[in-house]
């Protein structure tokens, strides 16, 4: 950077300032640092010559870009529709009322409008508006659907039985409708964004973790009158579930965002196509309380807030862990439609001579059940009390697929960097006897084997 332009620059940063706040001085040799992290990756890549012409807009419709619709997509459109399905989390299935197997005459009933295509495609500016099935959220981030499958319209292609009810104020209505069906699939969703926007009164990124559009309401009065009552939430993350242990609620199902192929993504693990085989990025608890942080209503706009940390390292399933609290569903949660059984454990050293040895953790997983799946297997290690460290911390995991009656045997490594902690001279290893733990979820841990360090 050139010597004026470099002073002009640092002269801009260090004057920044937003509601009477400035920013901290920056020290040339600290910018020029930080620029330069970023020109080389720049430089290094080649992207300051022979970068190709870009021919895709996202924010722009299909017919304004120059790629050929027809031919790209038709190989993005089963990919995006896998991953959909793959990242979709079963939470519960108490009846094992999935995977749907309706006989021709079963009657399905669709409930909610999250079921429904919204009334025009991409009808708010950067999706800025909850209209009909959520698939993505608002902001910079989101891009202009070319089309978009809605739940309804994909579960009554595979079933011609299916009748609907897509008001999620008309609760009479919706009463009606489920009461004479065999299944009734309920779909709320819940929306966030970037700041600078607020959509219905909500404020990005988030003011509570509660379903939008009387979604509660709909869920209790669905309930009420249908006894396998099935729950597809569409949302930014966590809800609440006042009404999760409502007799007749018998799956619960967290589809996220989905993107296009949301419809086709969450009929194929309804009806069985795909065996559900995500797990929980994050803990959900019953009570708002029971989160480890709080939520910020100003978080854009003139007001920048001040955060304090002051969870540490105990935050998700390390807080619940800490304070003994129970989760609704705990971080790594997630069913299948099929069983596994864990067995063989074995741990060993791998480079003993070396003090960056890497910890090799083996297990056998079989699955027990009738249905080919994905086990999720997560490792958990216990420190040395000496360590200060939380209860248990996720060092590895692998998916695996596991036909069913099969074993297969599985090796996750766990380097020895990720198992130091931060002292008072740095990164260090603290010595002495470390427990790993094998399993399904951060409370669902099987076998067990201890090893020693130093």
Request: proline share 5%; glycine share 8%.
């Given at each position: 950077?050139?010597?004026?332009?470099?002073?002009?620059?640092?002269?801009?940063?260090?004057?920044?300032?937003?509601?009477?706040?400035?920013?901290?001085?920056?020290?040339?040799?600290?910018?020029?640092?930080?620029?330069?992290?970023?020109?080389?990756?720049?430089?290094?890549?080649?992207?300051?010559?022979?970068?190709?012409?870009?021919?895709?807009?996202?924010?722009?419709?299909?017919?304004?870009?120059?790629?050929?619709?027809?031919?790209?997509?038709?190989?993005?459109?089963?990919?995006?529709?896998?991953?959909?399905?793959?990242?979709?989390?079963?939470?519960?299935?108490?009846?094992?009322?999935?995977?749907?197997?309706?006989?021709?005459?079963?009657?399905?009933?669709?409930?909610?409008?999250?079921?429904?295509?919204?009334?025009?495609?991409?009808?708010?500016?950067?999706?800025?508006?909850?209209?009909?099935?959520?698939?993505?959220?608002?902001?910079?981030?989101?891009?202009?659907?070319?089309?978009?499958?809605?739940?309804?319209?994909?579960?009554?292609?595979?079933?011609?039985?299916?009748?609907?009810?897509?008001?999620?104020?008309?609760?009479?209505?919706?009463?009606?409708?489920?009461?004479?069906?065999?299944?009734?699939?309920?779909?709320?969703?819940?929306?966030?964004?970037?700041?600078?926007?607020?959509?219905?009164?909500?404020?990005?990124?988030?003011?509570?973790?509660?379903?939008?559009?009387?979604?509660?309401?709909?869920?209790?009065?669905?309930?009420?009158?249908?006894?396998?009552?099935?729950?597809?939430?569409?949302?930014?993350?966590?809800?609440?579930?006042?009404?999760?242990?409502?007799?007749?609620?018998?799956?619960?199902?967290?589809?996220?965002?989905?993107?296009?192929?949301?419809g086709n993504s969450i009929a194929?693990?309804?009806?069985?196509?795909?065996?559900?085989?995500?797990?929980?990025?994050?803990?959900?608890?019953?009570?708002?309380?029971?989160?480890?942080?709080?939520?910020?209503?100003?978080?854009?706009?003139?007001?920048?807030?001040?955060?304090?940390?002051?969870?540490?390292?105990?935050?998700?399933?390390?807080?619940?862990?800490?304070?003994?609290?129970?989760?609704?569903?705990?971080?790594?949660?997630?069913?299948?439609?099929?069983?596994?059984?864990?067995?063989?454990?074995?741990?060993?050293?791998?480079?003993?001579?070396?003090?960056?040895?890497?910890?090799?953790?083996?297990?056998?997983?079989?699955?027990?059940?009738?249905?080919?799946?994905?086990?999720?297997?997560?490792?958990?290690?216990?420190?040395?009390?000496?360590?200060?460290?939380?209860?248990?911390?996720?060092?590895?995991?692998?998916?695996?697929?596991?036909?069913?009656?099969?074993?297969?045997?599985?090796?996750?490594?766990?380097?020895?960097?990720?198992?130091?902690?931060?002292?008072?001279?740095?990164?260090?290893?603290?010595?002495?006897?470390?427990?790993?733990?094998?399993?399904?979820?951060?409370?669902?841990?099987?076998?067990?084997?201890?090893?020693?360090?130093?």
């Open positions: 950077m050139a010597g004026n332009e470099r002073v002009n620059k640092t002269e801009k940063l260090n004057s920044l300032s937003v509601d009477g706040l400035t920013v901290k001085d920056v020290p040339d040799s600290r910018l020029n640092e930080m620029v330069t992290r970023i020109l080389s990756a720049f430089y290094m890549l080649g992207q300051d010559k022979g970068f190709p012409d870009i021919a895709f807009d996202s924010w722009a419709q299909k017919a304004k870009n120059v790629y050929n619709f027809k031919y790209c997509f038709k190989h993005h459109i089963q990919f995006i529709r896998e991953l959909g399905a793959a990242s979709t989390v079963l939470l519960k299935n108490s009846k094992s009322v999935l995977p749907l197997q309706p006989r021709s005459e079963d009657l399905i009933a669709v409930i909610g409008e999250d079921a429904r295509l919204p009334k025009v495609l991409n009808e708010f500016v950067n999706r800025g508006g909850n209209d009909g099935t959520l698939a993505q959220g608002w902001g910079s981030g989101s891009a202009e659907f070319p089309y978009l499958v809605a739940p309804l319209g994909a579960i009554s292609s595979r079933h011609a039985k299916t009748v609907s009810s897509v008001d999620n104020y008309n609760l009479d209505f919706a009463k009606n409708v489920a009461s004479s069906a065999s299944v009734a699939i309920v779909f709320v969703n819940a929306d966030s964004g970037e700041g600078g926007m607020t959509v219905e009164g909500h404020d990005a990124d988030r003011n509570d973790l509660k379903l939008w559009h009387k979604s509660d309401e709909l869920i209790e009065a669905v309930s009420s009158v249908n006894e396998n009552t099935v729950i597809v939430i569409h949302s930014v993350g966590a809800v609440e579930m006042p009404w999760i242990n409502h007799p007749n609620i018998s799956a619960v199902v967290l589809a996220f965002l989905p993107g296009q192929e949301s194929d693990i309804l009806f069985g196509n795909v065996n559900p085989s995500a797990r929980l990025p994050f803990t959900i608890h019953e009570k708002r309380e029971e989160y480890a942080a709080g939520v910020i209503y100003k978080s854009n706009g003139v007001v920048i807030p001040q955060i304090y940390y002051s969870e540490g390292l105990f935050f998700d399933y390390r807080h619940a862990d800490k304070f003994n609290i129970t989760p609704l569903f705990p971080f790594g949660h997630g069913l299948s439609y099929t069983s596994f059984e864990y067995s063989k454990l074995h741990v060993s050293r791998v480079q003993k001579h070396n003090p960056r040895f890497s910890i090799r953790v083996a297990i056998q997983i079989q699955n027990v059940g009738k249905r080919d799946g994905h086990e999720v297997v997560q490792v958990y290690v216990v420190y040395p009390p000496e360590a200060n460290e939380p209860p248990k911390l996720l060092k590895g995991f692998e998916r695996v697929w596991v036909r069913h009656g099969a074993r297969v045997n599985i090796k996750v490594l766990i380097d020895a960097k990720s198992l130091r902690v931060w002292g008072d001279d740095g990164w260090e290893f603290v010595r002495g006897e470390y427990v790993i733990y094998v399993g399904g979820s951060s409370r669902n841990l099987r076998p067990e084997a201890r090893i020693i360090w130093g």
